[in-house]
């Protein structure tokens, strides 16, 4: 049984700087990849970024793309993801998952953490 729990949400003005971390417990040994989500309120959930464990290839939803950082630890027990120059249309719940597939569905997820941007 995985846990994962998000941390680091808060509110920032335009233009400055979060850095959220997601703790995660339990067998992660065959996760394949790792990942960030966002849902705006009356908006679907939509990938920000992901990290594949075995390669640590990094990808990125546009809208991010220069802005936003994805990292692991090593161990598997922790995913970052540091956010800059934060844009109000960031203003969303963030939510971290993790997939032991190499596509596919998320298999477990945090209960988010909100961000919200001025």
């Known amino acids: 049984h995985v846990q994962l729990v998000e941390s680091g949400g808060g509110s920032v003005k335009a233009g400055g700087s979060l850095s959220l971390s997601c703790s995660i417990s339990?067998?992660?040994?065959?996760?394949?990849?790792m990942g960030w989500f966002r849902q705006a309120s009356g908006r679907e959930r939509e990938g920000v970024a992901m990290?594949?464990?075995?390669?640590?290839?990094?990808y990125y939803a546009d809208s991010v793309k220069g802005r936003f950082t994805i990292s692991a630890d090593n161990a598997k027990s922790t995913l970052y993801l540091q956010m800059n120059a934060l844009k109000p249309e960031d203003t969303a719940m963030y939510y971290c998952?993790?997939?032991?597939?190499?596509?596919?569905?998320?298999?477990?997820w945090g209960q988010g953490t909100q961000v919200t941007v001025s």
């Open positions: 339990g067998d992660t040994d065959g996760t394949k990849c």
């Open positions: 998952a993790i997939r032991s597939g190499w596509s596919g569905s998320f298999d477990a």
């Open positions: 990290i594949y464990t075995a390669t640590g290839r990094t």
